[in-house]
């Protein structure tokens, strides 16, 4: 807008110059119009007097004065002539004109010349001659003077409108540059105006908020100090005056500073000038601090103090803003706090301690009346006293598991649980809780479908156990909570990392659901679905917390999703770091450093079972170890005390002296410490708190993965100084899951018991067909002879061969059978279940026959 208004008096300048130098050139055209009219008259009134002065002269007789005159007249019309002819140079017309007018004078002249050099009468006739000659050539410079004055008065015609025009656009101009000035003006002034009425509202404002800010700043209860680079105090709000006593009446900093006695907190020596926050902002330095006292008085009081400096736009000090607050009560808070927080903490620890000598408390008389009343099962019993008896395990397992929960949860609390970071098989985790759960599957008639991912890798790194404790719970739950249907565990590789997998573990059930209204709480601490569910299944509610923080505390997420009457789906997800597999040059060359500079493990097996003797014998030696056999546990004791032994590897139902009874000998009689792991066929939920309470070290189900047992050994065989050789493993094959009530025949849970190595894996088959007919049999006589506990051990010792054939009904069947037996039923329910059994295990024989014969074929 102010362009505009500078730009149109420019154009009204340009404009009035424009028309005025055209007004100008009109006028100096109009002069010069009249000026060859005025020389054309001139020089027609001086040829008239031409004439008449020849004419006087030749009447005069000669008289002189007319010459003179004549003369006179021509020199002037020849010098307005020439004028006339520089004026006409522009119009070719009127100059050729005045060439000819001025040509026609020359010749009047010459004639006139003559008639004034003619003094006799005898040549009167020629004088009049050139007389009449004289006076016709008048008459055409008449006309011709004429023609140039009627040209020139046109042209003025024409010129003088063209002034007038000009005068009148000059009017008009004129009229609008006034009307455009005088708009500009009033425009100015407007814009004046408001400039000064904006600058006026501007200035009200910023008075305003300038009171409104101070208004602000007296109303923080923060003393508040702005200070110039000069070092005065500038402003000061009303907290600064009440915290430091009229410091408003001071003027600089340095008498602030002298004023006030500042020390440090908590230790009352003085503050060092140089780290006070304003003197360090007057230095460019923005600080903070909470260790100021200032001592007023008997006054003490602690303050926080920061100061910042304020530059201008060219970056100057100018100010500096400090604020000052009283802390003195935070101070006193924070301290009562820390002491609360001490006295919590020890009360804490006061609580961990009891939870800890309360569970061994616990545990310590639970663990005698366990096994009391495991030895009492053993003994003869009427049916009212088994049934008791069954009670008190039943209660003293759930009691233990009460109290195993309580102990977990305190852990995580105290934060005590770490995790470990070991190569393990997810796979042959999974298998291996499938084992364990089998019997509480069979006991309630339902189907666990396991469902494992083909593209996991082999194995990776983490903590087994954690996640072994996270999926049983899940399991474990699954089947509690369900009457009929199917449980079913989906574990499933989320994404294709070279370095890491992500791993989905989905727990699905068709039991009696969750309420939506419970599903937010499922994962707190003693709360279930509902009051009916704790009445009637039992539990404490803190195995899905234990769940959720085992799973948060590997970096992982828990989710659920459940509807009433349909089921429920628990959702795991857990990364792990793929196990990095060694290239054979450099895993020989380990080998044969660990042969070389390491000790040889030596192994204990015991193991009453052939064909487990055998697996775990050539297992062992193929995993690069020496192995020993003992084929029940007084015979172990007897090696035990002869030999040394790196390791011991034990089975739990033996005859003479089972595993339970052995690992307590070796601990107690023999005093040793010796790790002990346990091979067990039962794999019940309570089993490896059984074992781990008869002291021994770790729990290991059959069929095991023959990674599982390298894992343990060069766990348990190593000591912390010493180095585990590393031994090459064949990479599992992909174990596709195997329905619970299928009776196919698979050679994958043998092949992956024995490493793959399919010489080994048909001599145990060749052992399991040379065994299994006798003991069919044997079956069959007891089943007439109704000897129940023979029965019992018959199963047992088949249960694991079983599971390594592939016969997953065989295997229910076993579990369900075996159970029943340890209840002490009649042989009259046992019987169909076992005919079925030996029916479906010789159906198996033909397939196994087959596999062994093209296993030798392919050999």
Known sequence: MLAVGLLIPILIGINAQRTTQRMVNQNTWLIHTHLVLQRTQQVQAHLTNLDNDLRGFLLSQNNSVFKADYDRNARIMTQYLQQVAKLTADNSPQYKRVQTIRQLLGQKLNYGNLLFTKSTDDKGLTRLDSVETFMGLSDNLFHELRTIEAVENELLNVRANASEESASYANQSSLVGAIAALVIIMWAFYRLMKTVKDTTRLNQQLKHNEDQLKRFMEAVPVSILVINKDGNLFYANQAASDLFGGITQLTSYSDILNRLTVYQFPDGKPYPMERRPAYRALRGETSQVDDMELRIGDKRIQILSSSRPIYDADGTLQYVISSN???????????????????????????????????????????????????????????????????????????????????????????????????????????????????????????????????????????????????????????????????????????????????????????????????????????????????????????????????????????????????????????????????????????????????????????????????????????????????????????????????????????????????????????????????????????????????????????????????????????????????????????????VAT???????????????????????????????????????????????????????????????????????????????RSDKDITEIEPLLQQYITVVEDGLPLIQEAMQNGINQE
């Not at 069947?813 to 029943?820: Q, S, T």
Request: glycine share 6%; net charge negative.
């Open 325 to 739: 607050m009283d802390i003195s009560d935070r101070v006193l808070s924070e301290g009562r706090l820390q002491e609360a927080k001490e006295l919590a903490e020890q009360a804490s620890r006061l609580k961990e301690n009891f939870l800890a000598n309360m569970s061994h408390e616990i545990r310590t008389p639970l663990n005698a009346v366990i096994g009391f009343s495991n030895l009492l099962e053993v003994t003869p019993l009427n049916e009212e006293q088994a049934e008791f008896v069954k009670l008190v395990q039943t209660a003293g397992k759930n009691l233990l598991t009460i109290v195993n929960d309580i102990l977990d949860i305190s852990k995580i609390e105290a934060g005590m649980i770490q995790m470990e970071s070991i190569p393990f098989s997810i796979r042959s985790l999974v298998v291996s809780l499938q084992t364990m759960l089998q019997s509480s599957v069979a006991d309630k008639n339902l189907t666990l479908v396991v469902d494992i991912d083909p593209t996991l890798p082999p194995m990776v790194l983490g903590d087994p156990t954690r996640l072994t404790q996270i999926l049983l719970n899940l399991l474990s739950n699954a089947i509690k909570f369900t009457k009929e249907g199917a449980v079913t565990a989906r574990i499933s590789r989320q994404d294709n990392h070279e370095k890491l997998v992500r791993v989905q573990f989905k727990v699905n059930d068709t039991g009696i659901g969750i309420d939506a209204n419970a599903l937010p709480h499922v994962f707190e601490r003693f709360r279930q679905a509902s009051d009916f569910t704790t009445r009637y299944y039992g539990g404490t509610g803190l195995g899905l917390n234990i769940v959720k923080s085992l799973t948060q505390m590997q970096g992982g997420s828990i989710t659920v999703s459940s509807e009433p009457g349909v089921g429920s789906e628990f959702t795991v997800e857990l990364t792990y770091p793929i196990a990095l597999e060694l290239d054979q040059h450099a895993l020989g060359k380990r080998l044969n450093e660990s042969e070389s500079g390491k000790k040889t493990l030596t192994i204990l097996a015991v193991e009453d079972n052939v064909m487990n003797q055998k697996l775990v014998l050539q297992v062992i030696k193929r995993l690069g170890y020496k192995a020993e056999l003992a084929e029940n546990g007084q015979q172990a004791l007897a090696m035990l005390k002869e030999n040394a032994f790196d390791l011991i590897l034990m089975d739990i139902q033996m005859p003479v002296m089972d595993g339970y009874q052995t690992t307590r000998h070796i601990r107690s009689t023999l005093n040793s410490t010796i790790p002990i792991i346990a091979m067990t066929a039962h794999a019940l939920a309570s089993e490896r708190e059984q074992c781990l309470q008869a002291g021994m070290n770790d729990f290991l189900p059959k069929p095991f993965q023959m990674e599982d047992l390298h894992r343990m050994i060069q766990h348990y065989g190593y000591n912390a100084i010493e180095q585990a050789p590393v031994v090459p493993i064949p990479e599992p094959q992909p174990v596709q899951p195997v329905p």
């Open 743 to 821: 009776t196919a025949f698979s050679m994958d849970p043998l092949l992956n018991s024995v490493g793959h190595d399919m010489e080994l894996a048909l001599e145990l088959l060749e052992i399991y067909l040379d065994k299994t007919p006798a003991e069919l049999s044997q079956l069959r006589q007891l089943l007439t002879d109704g000897d129940v506990a023979a029965i019992g051990r018959i199963l047992h010792t088949q249960k694991a061969p079983g599971m390594m054939m592939g016969l997953q009904k065989a295997t229910d069947l076993n579990l369900i059978i075996e159970k029943l037996v």
